[in-house]
């Protein structure tokens, strides 16, 4: 099993960044894609971006494309989401999240963390 803890998020003005961190327990990290999702106040969780397991190949929704970049660095057990020119709408508790590639694509993972906190203010 894999534990998840994200850490990096906070208030930002519009058009600036934060680094998003994930860091995973267990030795099965480097066995999982990994993948970030988010929830915004009243609305339902959606799919942010993916990694697969060697870190070469991502997916992004089409909202985030072009401004966040996922990364991994098996190394150190842990998943970036670099977040650049963020809008008020980018506020949501991000999630990040375990499992096939293929199944965070679709919005389905089988290890969540706890979430943490991103604003952005206009």
């Known amino acids: 099993q894999v534990q998840l803890v994200e850490s990096g998020g906070g208030l930002v003005q519009a058009g600036g960044s934060l680094r998003l961190s994930c860091a995973a327990s267990g030795r099965t990290f480097s066995n999982y894609a990994m993948g970030w999702f988010r929830q915004a106040p009243g609305k339902e969780r959606e799919f942010v971006a993916a990694v697969k397991i060697g870190g070469g190949i991502t997916y992004y929704a089409d909202s985030v494309k072009g401004r966040f970049t996922i990364s991994r660095d098996n190394a150190k057990n842990t998943v970036y989401l670099q977040m650049n020119s963020l809008k008020p709408e980018d506020t949501a508790v991000y999630y990040c999240?375990?499992?096939?590639?293929?199944?965070?694509?679709?919005?389905?993972?089988?290890?969540w963390g706890q979430g943490t906190q991103v604003t952005v203010s206009s």
């Open positions: 999240a375990a499992d096939s590639f293929a199944s965070l694509r679709v919005g389905r993972a089988s290890r």
